[in-house]
């Protein structure tokens, strides 16, 4: 069974930071480009960052770049977003995805809920 949890979301002060984390199961981790994404409400969902199957390569957003930073662990089967200098235009949920483009295969976490807000 598939499974991709997300944590580490919450309240946070404009200016400070989160990080969230992705455990995987249920799939060999290692293959698969892993992507953070978020929604805010009334706005479509939007890649905020992502990285390759090896972590060589990794790309953000233009609106978080410099202050969000995306990382994996194969090991632990995680993948992180670390989210610092935090603005209210980041709140939204974020959600988890892994993708095997050779395959095919692709799938998503739940969701957690990031809200910047003195």
């Known amino acids: 069974q598939v499974r991709l949890v997300e944590s580490g979301g919450g309240l946070v002060q404009p200016g400070g930071s989160l990080r969230l984390s992705c455990a995987a199961s249920g799939f060999t981790f290692r293959r698969y480009a892993m992507s953070w994404h978020r929604q805010a409400p009334g706005k479509e969902r939007e890649l905020v960052a992502a990285?390759?199957?090896?972590?060589?390569?990794?790309n953000y957003a233009d609106s978080v770049k410099g202050r969000f930073t995306i990382s994996r662990g194969d090991a632990k089967n995680t993948v992180y977003l670390q989210m610092n200098s935090l603005k209210a235009d980041d709140t939204a949920v974020y959600y988890c995805?892994?993708?095997?483009?050779?395959?095919?295969?692709?799938?998503w976490g739940q969701g957690a809920q990031v809200t910047v807000s003195s």
């Open positions: 990285i390759s199957s090896l972590g060589g390569s990794t």
């Open positions: 995805n892994a993708e095997d483009e050779i395959r095919g295969y692709n799938y």
